[in-house]
């Protein structure tokens, strides 16, 4: 094996690193929200629907309301959370894409009033 010089090698390890970091915070983060969406499906809807048919909400037993509407809005939740902790990951790592560009125009004369002069 040859030896090759170290160019560029910084840049890309300080990438790599950059990547890792965001793909492990991106896994744990899903590995979370899996673990809350699980326990809601299968285990509010299914396992522990017994337990939970003890109380009412909205004059329903629990677990069927569980099974039927509360997870659905906690799915819809779980969407709201995993974008936000995503935005707030990307602004932390320097990934954010906040910055707007000056023109959303793709007009070629680039005035944005469609070629009328």
């Known amino acids: ?9 910084d840049q890309t390890s300080s990438g790599g690193d950059l990547a890792g970091a965001y ?3 991106n896994l ?7 673990v809350v969406w699980f326990l809601v499906s299968f285990g509010a ?4 629907k017994d337990a939970l ?14 099974a039927q509407q509360g997870s659905i ?23 954010s894409d ?3 560009p000056d023109s959303y125009d793709l007009l070629p004369d680039g005035d944005g009033d469609g070629g009328a002069s």
């Open 1 to 9: 094996m040859t030896d090759q010089p170290n160019s560029g090698t």
């Open 23 to 25: 793909w492990r915070a």
């Open 28 to 34: 744990a983060l899903l590995a979370k929200l899996l």
């Open 45 to 48: 809807g299914i396992l522990f």
């Open 53 to 66: 048919d003890a109380f009412t909400l909205f004059g329903f037993p629990l677990g069927f309301w569980f």
């Open 73 to 95: 809005y906690v799915f819809v939740i779980l969407i709201f959370v995993y974008g936000a902790r995503m935005h707030a990951l990307e602004a932390r790592l320097g990934l």
């Open 98 to 100: 906040d910055e707007e």
